[in-house]
Nanobody, 124 residues
Framework: VQLQASGGGLVQAGGSLRLSCAAS????????MGWFRQVPGKEREFVAS????????NFADSVKGRFFISRHNAKNTMWLQMSSLTSEDTAVYYC??????????????????WGQGTQVTVSS
């Protein structure tokens, strides 16, 4: 499956942004999905993940209550709705997919397929 992340951009602190992850070459209903982010010089960081059916989600503590992950399997798309953004949220955001999703597995090694990343910049 190929993943394409989009929707990044420049937003003021306190604002909102919605990222999209479109899949091709496969049906995302077969995959658990997730979002990660990375800033230069740091490791890729888990943000959120969602089970195949969307029945279960998991969020990093740093984004709980501010970010919401969702998916529409028929549209082969996943989203990350981000609100109350701060400068700490500035990063390149990546979407990812795995055939063996478990909510506790939040390391990047738990996901086999990756999109190319989309830049989110929050200005203070």
């Amino acid at each position: 499956v190929q993943l394409q992340a989009s929707g990044g951009g420049l937003v003021q602190a306190g604002g909102s942004l919605r990222l999209s992850c479109a899949a091709s070459g496969g049906t995302i209903g077969n995959y658990g999905m997730g979002w990660f982010r990375q800033v230069p010089g740091k490791e890729r960081e888990f943000v959120a993940s969602i089970s195949r059916s969307a029945a279960t989600t998991n969020f990093a503590d740093s984004v709980k209550g501010r970010f919401f992950i969702s998916r529409h399997n028929a549209k082969n798309t996943m989203w990350l709705q981000m609100s109350s953004l701060t400068s700490e949220d500035t990063a390149v955001y990546y979407c990812a997919a795995t055939t063996t999703w478990v909510p506790e597995r939040i390391g990047s090694e738990a996901f086999e397929y990756w999109g190319q990343g989309t830049q989110v910049t929050v200005s203070s």
